[in-house]
């Protein structure tokens, strides 16, 4: 990993976080954030025990990665050894997102949501 820096935050608030969403200050190797969701909505109220179950495509198809065909050089200088921020106000961060003030070497975030509405 690159030489560590230290983060300054002057001011720093978030209304909400939730469904594996990461809020980090510092530095990390790698964040995984990972969320299913699955979301029944219906009309008139009923359950028929065979609900909650991910065998639906959108859980189960693998996520295509991006193509890495090509050769990438990259120098990064940090003139100074600080993150500096003044002043952050978030709403909310859901469904694996990440807010971070730092370094990491890798991020694999990923959200699967299926929303299934039943109305008479």
Same mark, same amino acid.
């Given at each position: 990993m690159k030489q560590a820096r230290i983060s300054l935050v002057g001011f720093f608030k978030v209304i909400e976080i939730k469904l594996s969403s990461i809020v980090q200050f510092g530095d990390s190797l790698c964040l995984t954030p990972e969320t299913k969701v699955l979301a029944v909505l219906r009309s008139q109220s009923s359950y028929y025990g065979d609900e909650g179950d991910f065998n639906y495509p959108i859980f189960t198809n693998p996520i295509p990665g991006p193509s890495l065909d090509e050769e990438l050089e990259m120098e990064i !200088?940090?003139?100074?050894?600080? /993150?500096?921020? &003044? +002043?952050?106000?978030?709403?909310?961060?859901?469904?694996?997102?990440?807010?971070? !003030?730092?370094?990491?070497?890798? /991020?694999?975030? &990923? +959200?699967?949501?299926k929303h299934i509405r039943q109305m008479i």
């Open positions: !200088i940090n003139e100074s050894p600080y /993150i500096k921020v &003044e +002043s952050i106000k978030i709403i909310g961060v859901s469904a694996s997102g990440i807010v971070q !003030i730092g370094s990491n070497q890798c /991020i694999d975030a &990923e +959200s699967r949501i």
